[in-house]
């Protein structure tokens, strides 16, 4: 087992920054991947981000590309999601995933392990 805790979520003004931690514990050595998915009201959760836990790959939903940042500290088995030039549509909760799965990581069924969520709210 695998799991994973969020934190860093909170409130700011559209245009400003938000640094969101994912703490991995447990079975570590079977982490392939590590993704960042999150659920605005009404809608399905939806895949942000991923990033290969040994190689340091990362991949970025259309979104969100040219302003987040995902990026990993092995050492501190923990994940991080930059979020610069923040939008009002940013709104949601997001949840940090990890996975020993190999295909179908831009899918929420890709990932076997979740977090519970972190709030980030983005004024306009």
């Known amino acids: 087992q695998v799991q994973v805790v969020e934190s860093g979520g909170g409130l700011v003004q559209a245009g400003g920054s938000l640094r969101l931690s994912c703490a991995a514990s447990?079975?570590?050595?079977?982490?392939?991947?590590m993704g960042w998915f999150r659920q605005a009201p009404g809608k399905e959760r939806e895949y942000v981000a991923r990033?290969?836990?040994?190689?340091?790959?990362?991949y970025y939903a259309d979104s969100v590309k040219g302003r987040f940042t995902i990026s990993r500290d092995n050492a501190k088995n923990t994940v991080y999601l930059q979020m610069n030039s923040l939008k009002p549509e940013d709104t949601a909760v997001y949840y940090c995933?990890?996975?020993?799965?190999?295909?179908?990581?831009?899918?929420?069924?890709?990932?076997?392990?979740w977090g519970q969520g972190t709030q980030v709210t983005v004024s306009s």
């Open positions: 995933a990890a996975t020993p799965r190999k295909f179908g990581l831009e899918y929420v069924g890709g990932y076997d392990y």
């Open positions: 447990g079975r570590t050595f079977s982490i392939y991947a």
């Open positions: 990033i290969m836990w040994s190689g340091g790959t990362t």
